[in-house]
T-cell receptor, first 116, second 112 residues
Framework: DTGVSQNPRHKITKRGQNVTFRCDPI?????LYWYRQTLGQGPEFLTY????????KSRLLSDRFSAERPKGSFSTLEIQRTEQGDSAMYLC??????????????FGPGTRLTVL | DQQVKQNSPSLSVQEGRISILNCDYT??????FLWYKKYPAEGPTFLIS?????DKNEDGRFTVFLNKSAKHLSLHIVPSQPGDSAVYFC???????????FGPGTRLSVLP
């Protein structure tokens, strides 16, 4: 199965620590998205890449959050100086943009972050 | 400011009957609408989509209807099966596949 994978699946950290998550998209997909989901809510857009270029960032993405996709393949999302409010499920999705104007996103299983 | 709303947090339906999940949106720039299904401990899975140039799209047991003037779409599942029990998210995006906005989800329970 060559779907979207995310590591780690679970992360527990203490407030103030830095954490990094990894996402490996479907190999031929050129777009990669990061979302955050809290209980009872739908996924909330954070940022997305087309190839290695970060094209959009949500206003919700504070300066403590940074994402990279250095070679246009896998991506990392780092949260510095974590806060309890950062506790959430972090979802990654990928899509193939360009074959048609509209594109479906394929999601990974997510990384659940708990900040103590 | 919720741009995509799913006003029913939960819905219960008898197996074999029709399930109707509703979604309303406020941003007239949305051009493409999608439904995703999510099981616990998994990421959302794409179900079906519709572009704003259509008012209906069908795929097997799943049909999505779009009413642009009312800014309303709905997902019909016929017949409903116990395996359809999940949380369903409505999502919308603009013409360039950007600005994806998800609704809060509706939990569907299909009772045997």
């Amino acid at each position: 199965d060559t779907g979207v994978s995310q590591n780690p699946r679970h992360k527990i950290t203490k407030r103030g620590q830095n954490v990094t998550f990894r996402c490996d998209p479907i190999s031929e997909h050129n777009r990669l998205y990061w979302y955050r989901q809290t209980l009872g809510q739908g996924p909330e857009f954070l940022t997305y890449f087309q190839n290695e270029a970060q094209l959009e960032k949500s206003r919700l993405l504070s300066d403590r959050f940074s994402a990279e996709r250095p070679k246009g393949s896998f991506s990392t999302l780092e949260i510095q100086r974590t806060e309890q409010g950062d506790s959430a499920m972090y979802l990654c999705a990928s899509s193939l943009y360009g074959r048609s104007t509209y594109n479906e996103q394929f999601f990974g299983p997510g990384t659940r972050l708990t900040v103590l | 400011d919720q741009q995509v709303k799913q006003n029913s947090p939960s819905l219960s339906v008898q197996e074999g009957r029709i399930s109707i999940l509703n979604c309303d949106y406020t941003n007239s720039m949305f051009d493409y609408f999608l439904w995703y299904k999510k099981y616990p401990a998994e990421g959302p899975t794409f179900l079906i989509s519709i572009s704003s140039i259509k008012d209906k799209n069908e795929d097997g047991r799943f049909t999505v209807f779009l009413n642009k003037s009312a800014k309303h779409l709905s997902l019909h599942i016929v017949p409903s099966q116990p395996g359809d029990s999940a949380v369903y998210f409505c999502a919308a995006s603009d013409n360039y596949g950007q600005n994806f906005v998800f609704g809060p989800g509706t939990r569907l329970s299909v009772l045997p």
